[in-house]
């Protein structure tokens, strides 16, 4: 059965530092377009990176640019988020997803990501 785990999160005061980690199982990620999401209380869902299938370089929400960085470990078949610089508004659950089906667009598009981790979740906080 084909399953995305996110771990890597936790409290971190304002400035600090974060490694997320989506790990796969069931299926080959480098197949796929996979993102990282979060959602903040009280606010949508909103794409913070994403990587294209067969690509090594990612893409980022204007918010994330220059603080996090996403990288591709396929002997581990796994997906980090390197979070730097971390600001109190980054403060959601974050989660990893990828689409199935195949799309043309940016990943950073939001559609057709179907298949979603349970989430983890980051306070950035003094």
């Known amino acids: 059965q084909a399953q995305l785990v996110e771990s890597g999160g936790g409290l971190v005061q304002p400035g600090g530092s974060l490694r997320l980690s989506c790990a796969a199982s069931?299926?080959?990620?480098?197949?796929?377009?996979i993102g990282w999401f979060r959602q903040a209380p009280g606010k949508e869902r909103e794409v913070v990176s994403c990587?294209?299938?067969?690509?090594?370089?990612?893409k980022y929400a204007d918010s994330v640019q220059g603080r996090f960085t996403i990288s591709r470990d396929n002997a581990n078949n796994t997906i980090y988020l390197q979070m730097n610089s971390l600001k109190p508004e980054d403060t959601a659950v974050y989660y990893c997803?990828?689409?199935?089906?195949?799309?043309?667009?940016?990943?950073?598009?939001?559609?057709?990501?179907?298949?979603w981790g349970p989430g983890t979740q980051v306070t950035v906080s003094s």
């Open positions: 069931g299926f080959t990620l480098d197949y796929y377009d």
């Open positions: 990587i294209k299938n067969r690509v090594t370089s990612g």
């Open positions: 997803a990828i689409r199935t089906r195949f799309s043309s667009r940016t990943c950073l598009w939001m559609g057709l990501y179907d298949n």
